[in-house]
């Protein structure tokens, strides 16, 4: 089985605390294949993923994360793209990325996109069989939600009854985080890989 962290950075122990707040205690670095812009500790292929190809096989990849690295990426199209060739029918694209109404969504100047629950509808299979998208590559939205920040906190009992909260009308819920005064929140999404579907359908 082939898993690819998507923006791996350096490999510490930091990463390991983080990964396991989003991925569970079952993650293992060595059961991922590290992808990142240069060579470093945990990174396993070298790839300049806004503009190269991904560094493998189209319909070769079982599962991929990407755990607050879309925000740093100009050219976001191309690589949801490039993420969609090499994961297998079915199989899952997990993204998290800060939202827009946190401060560490552009508080960091390597941040150049920002994203709330809708900014991937368009790639969203629903979307194209509306007639409202005419992109090729397209996912099942399979869940998005609005969480605290796993990237800087442990979630506790109390973040996620305010989390489900907030989940039940996400665009309400979206707007109640401009004044809310409670850590950072990002957004989660889970993407299925829909078979490729030639534009030229489109009636």
């Known amino acids: 089985m082939t898993k690819v962290d ?10 390991i605390d983080r990964y396991v707040r989003y991925l569970g205690d079952g993650y293992n670095p060595d059961h991922y294949v590290g992808v990142d812009f240069r060579k470093r500790k945990g990174v396993d292929k070298v ?3 806004e503009k190269e190809k991904l560094p493998f096989d189209d319909n070769s990849v079982d599962e991929i994360v990407t755990v607050h690295t879309l925000e740093h990426i100009h050219n976001l199209e191309h690589i949801m793209e490039e993420c ?14 800060p939202h827009c109404h946190s401060t560490s969504a552009y508080s960091e100047w390597s941040h150049v996109r920002f994203f709330g629950v809708s900014t991937l509808d368009l790639l969203d299979v629903k979307a194209w069989e ?23 906190y442990e979630s506790k009992w109390y973040d996620r009854i305010l989390e489900n909260f907030l ?10 985080l401009k004044g809310l005064p409670y850590k950072e929140w990002e957004v989660y999404y889970k993407l299925k890989k829909v078979e490729k579907i030639k534009s030229t359908s489109i009636s």
């Open 84 to 97: 969609h060739r090499i994961l297998k029918p079915q199989s899952l694209l997990k993204i998290w990325v």
């Open 6 to 15: 998507l923006g791996a950075g350096v490999l510490s122990q930091n990463k």
């Open 47 to 49: 790839c300049d993923f």
């Open 167 to 176: 989940n039940k009308k996400q665009r309400r819920g979206e707007n109640l």
């Open 130 to 152: 509306k007639g409202a998208s005419d992109y090729d590559f397209l996912f099942e939205k399979v869940l998005v939600k609005l969480q605290v920040s796993r990237n800087m």
